[in-house]
């Protein structure tokens, strides 16, 4: 009774149809205990009226109708199950039966191949018992075409054939051959090579690079004594002047070498010249322009020292009781305007030497023919070097 109870409140709370009967019947009661007539009436027995009914389903029947649904969808997938499960007994049954098939007819394969190969033996026997020549039953070998390995045999009445692998005779594959050593040409860091200056040189000491081409004239020397000879390859050098001990540094910037079959190749270096002394750079002559600076400058100075002596000579300065000077020409004229001539064209001939000596730098002269050695800083590889030694042996000397 409480759990039907515990129901119809919550069948309240969640239908509105209940909520407005319900509601219906309080406003009525309440209208009908509020509202009495003026006469008094005898009580009439009160009449119950049932619920009428709606279309809402009660609790109970929800609940039945739910157990219901439940119960068929069991029912439902009880029949999958078992269906599935038949479906899976049948499939087992299926391959086991293509499996058992397939037994047979490789059984049946076996055979005829064993009978084949044993008749062919038994023939080959007979006919060397025939010819004179014994010829064992091991070495027949099976029919069928030798360079593909496989042997045809009879299929039944159908007319088919099958055909079987022979078993080859074991060999062990010849090895690869070995890959060609590959040699390469390196030079190292610190290998020398005496060169050659070709063309004078002016390198300038305020840091510009003057380009410079050197001819080596020796092979390239390396640790242990050891050659490589490139011929009377290029060296391109970048030379700039030295001021404090009047020599020329240079570094080393490109090798344009030629092959001996013709080839041509030009690689990305980086080293230093060292002099006839040992030392770095070659000792050259120093150009400094500054002493004819010097002598222009003090020639214009004397110039300008006489054109104003001589104007001097031909004026004279009178001071005034003000402070005021006043300037009049006592002499020749002439002579005073030569003398402001020669003085303005002297200063305009010093300010001229002035800034031409501004741009003018000193240099480090080496003339061409000197010999020195250039060392490589930074190793590199001249590929295809030793291949083309190998191929013109006569060209230069040996590889060490």
Do not use: C
Not at 94 to 104: F, H, I, V, Y
């Amino acid at each position: 009774m409480k759990q039907r109870f515990q129901d119809l409140m919550l069948l309240l709370k969640k239908d509105r149809k209940y909520q407005f009967i319900i509601l219906v019947a309080v406003i009525t009661m309440a209208w009908a205990l509020l509202h009495k007539p003026s006469s008094p009436m005898p009580p009439k027995p009160l009449r119950v009226k049932p619920a009428p009914k709606t279309g809402a389903p009660s609790a109970e029947e929800g609940f039945n109708d739910l157990i219901t649904a439940f119960k068929t969808d069991v029912v439902t997938l009880k029949t999958q199950v078992s269906e599935m499960k038949n479906a899976r007994e049948g499939d087992k049954k299926d391959a086991e039966e293509a499996s058992a098939r397939m037994a047979e007819i490789l059984k049946t394969v076996l055979t005829r191949m064993e009978e084949k190969n044993s008749a062919d033996r038994a023939m080959a026997v007979a006919q060397s018992q025939n010819s004179g020549s014994p010829v064992s039953a091991e070495s027949v070998e099976d029919p069928g075409d030798p360079n593909s390995g496989m042997a045809t045999y009879n299929n039944g009445a159908d007319g088919g054939t099958i055909e079987a692998f022979k078993a080859k005779p074991d060999f062990a594959p010849a090895p690869p051959p070995a890959p060609a050593q590959q040699r390469t040409a390196i030079v190292g860091t610190g290998d020398h090579v005496r060169v050659k200056l070709i063309g004078a040189v002016h390198a300038s000491t305020d840091g510009t690079p003057y380009p410079v081409l050197f001819k080596i004239v020796s092979d390239v020397r390396g640790p242990n004594d050891s050659n490589l000879p490139v011929g009377e390859a290029i060296l391109v050098a970048a030379a700039q002047g030295s001021l404090t001990d009047s020599r020329a540094l240079f570094r080393l910037t490109s090798l344009n070498m030629a092959y001996p079959d013709g080839r041509r190749n030009v690689l990305d270096i980086d080293g230093w010249v060292v002099g006839e002394d040992g030392i770095a750079g070659m000792e050259g002559k120093l150009i400094d322009p500054i002493g004819k600076a010097i002598a222009a400058a003090g020639m214009g100075g004397m110039l300008a020292g006489i054109g104003e002596g001589l104007s001097a000579k031909n004026m004279s300065v009178q001071s005034n009781a003000y402070g005021g000077q006043t300037i009049s020409l006592t002499g020749s004229e002439q002579e005073y305007a030569a003398g402001q001539g020669l003085s303005s064209a002297a200063k305009a001939w010093s300010r001229i030497v002035e800034q031409r000596v501004q741009k003018l730098q000193p240099m480090v002269e080496v003339l061409s023919g000197r010999e020195g050695t250039a060392i490589f800083s930074r190793s590199f590889k001249i590929p295809g070097l030793i291949e083309a030694y190998q191929l013109n042996e006569d060209s230069y000397s040996s590889v060490d």
